[in-house]
């Protein structure tokens, strides 16, 4: 269950680069997401409307995680299927969030949370700069 308490703000850091701008662009705008849902948090709106946060997170799925297949398929990234499942599986959880949003849940924006901050740390951080590194030696432009 996640704890209110021991929330730590995110913040965007230079370490986090893969060095293709519009990636990290990408990756920025999405550690805003999860700033805009702290402050949805922090003034305890949950009930009353995440929906801006519904629909930054519709966009990142739709301009971010497409333009990631893409990329990946052009360049014939050969963990292409396992990255699009995982992609995916992101997907089928933001409508899961969505429909216990409209359901009523009292503790979707905390969990929404926990679940964005892994995505960040264990796909961005981790499967995306792979991936991008994969790119970049294939002669993706920076
Ligand atoms: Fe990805």
Redesign the pocket.
């Known amino acids: 269950m996640a704890d209110e308490k021991h929330r730590e703000p995110v913040e965007w850091k230079d370490q986090y680069k893969v060095d293709v701008e519009i990636i990290d662009e990408n990756h920025r705008k999405f550690v805003e997401i999860i700033q805009r849902l702290d402050r949805v948090l922090n003034n305890k709106a949950c009930k009353e409307d995440p929906s801006d946060i519904f629909y930054a997170l519709v966009h990142y799925v739709e301009h971010?995680?497409l333009q990631?297949?893409i990329y990946f398929k052009n360049y014939q990234y050969p963990n292409f299927s396992r990255?699009k499942e995982?992609?995916q599986y992101f997907i089928d959880q933001i409508i899961r969030f969505r429909e216990e949003f409209e359901k009523g849940s009292e503790t979707i924006c905390l969990e929404m949370r926990e679940f964005l901050i892994e995505w960040f740390r264990e796909?961005?951080l981790s499967?995306?700069k792979e991936?991008v590194y994969f790119l970049v030696q294939k002669g993706l432009n920076r």
């Open positions: 971010y995680l990631e297949e990255h995982s992609h796909h961005i499967y995306d991936a």
